[in-house]
């Protein structure tokens, strides 16, 4: 299974500035996997070691001489760590904080070394005191599979090429073809097991069974990892997302969970489920200008979870209506086409935002900043695009050119470009 963040790591590791390397991610979006990988074809050996497996780590990490950590790491793997040759990872990292100290010390004293750690839930420990050596390490995220890791794991290098090369009039005369792998992935998601299940010739009801595994893994989570006073706000959260999407306005409303309830209230359950990678929070701009981090309003925001065919599984949404139904590019309220197109954009680590005027007469349901322009985008789940946000917003500022996804194929009508929602990532590989 192709992953392409694996050139990341290439880049990581030919650089003349290597520094120890934190991967972060979700919980099952295959960090370990990947790091695995990545060792056994470009290194000479492998020296793995599970911090919330592993016994003695207390006596390994007692002090930080760099060369007996070496030792020890190298009699508790079984491999001798070799400048160079050997990758060093060091798996759940968050379980043992003194290890994460470490790498300041591999960065200063021991650069030689090639050292990989990787966290599922590294955020929750930073947030709950841990030290982390800043500027002492390189940073990298994994997120679910996108579209287009999904073609390239489905063996369908040539249509993964297509959409990079935004070869529009080929893209029109293949647009059944994409529809339909656009559909599957709706339905299967990113997450790496429900993929090669799928792939493996599993069928919609084996896809959903993982789907719910990995929900149900989620949900234990909350109860193992978070302050036991926050379990049930998180989950309220959680459970909420689903049904807030699928309105029209997809504004969360603390209210929708309980009436009078407040933001407040909410606010550490909230940041647990971002510091565990499972939710996007994408807040409301005022004004649609670069910087638009300057434009934020932070207290009103839309929430995503981190999978499309999770959000699915969530909404116990039947394979029927998914794969072979009509009308699942428009029910929903195109839930799951805002979510699609929002999981493409954070996993290309775009910055991401909304706009509404406090009417909700505009509203765009994303703005996303490149390195040199400002874009608005509308997000319309079928061919019906009939829509007066966006027209009415570019006629009010005229020096912007929106965009719009939709099942409709390429068009520039200079105001506005139209782009096929299975082209996300094309469209945005060189913005």
Known sequence: MERLLYRDLLVWKASKHRKPLILNGARQVGKTWLLKEFGQREYESVAYINCEKAVNLDDVF?????????????????????????????????????????????????????????????????????????????????????????????????????????????????????????????????????????????GPAEVRKIQKQILADYENDFSKHAPPHEHARIKMIWDSIPRQLSKENKKFLYSALKKG???????????????????????????????????????VYKL??????????????????????????????????????????MAMEKLVRYYSTNDSQVELDFVVQTNDRVIPVEVKAEENVHSKSLRTFIERNSDLVGLRFSMKPYINQQWMENVPLFAVQGYFKDN
């Open 62 to 202: 007692e002090n930080f001489d760099t060369h007996r950590l070496v030792r020890s790491l190298s009699a508790l793997s079984g491999v001798d760590i070799l400048p160079g040759k050997t990758l060093l990872i060091l798996d759940e990292i968050q379980e043992f904080p003194r290890a994460l100290t470490s790498l300041k010390y591999f960065c200063e004293d021991a650069p030689e070394y090639h050292v990989v750690v990787a966290g599922s839930l590294l955020g929750i420990a930073l947030h709950a005191g841990v030290s982390f050596p800043v500027g002492k390490v390189d940073f990298l995220r994994l997120y679910p599979l996108t579209f287009e890791e999904f073609l390239l794991a489905s063996k369908k290098d040539l249509a993964a090429e297509v959409l990079n090369k935004k070869d529009w009039e080929t893209l029109k005369s293949l647009s059944t073809m994409f529809v339909e792998l656009l559909r599957q992935y709706y339905y299967v998601g990113g997450m790496p097991a429900v993929v090669s299940a799928f792939l493996e010739g599993g």
């Open 261 to 299: 309830e407040r933001a407040s209230k909410y606010e550490l359950a909230l940041q647990w489920l971002l510091d565990a990678g499972l939710v996007y929070k994408i807040p409301r701009i005022n004004k649609v200008q670069m910087p638009i981090r300057f434009y934020e309003e932070p207290s």
């Open 304 to 345: 995503f979870v981190l999978d499309v065919g999770l959000l699915g599984a969530q909404m116990d949404v039947s394979a029927e209506k998914v794969l072979i139904g009509e009308k699942i590019f428009s029910e929903y309220s195109g839930a799951f086409a805002e979510e699609y197109v929002l999981t493409q954009l």
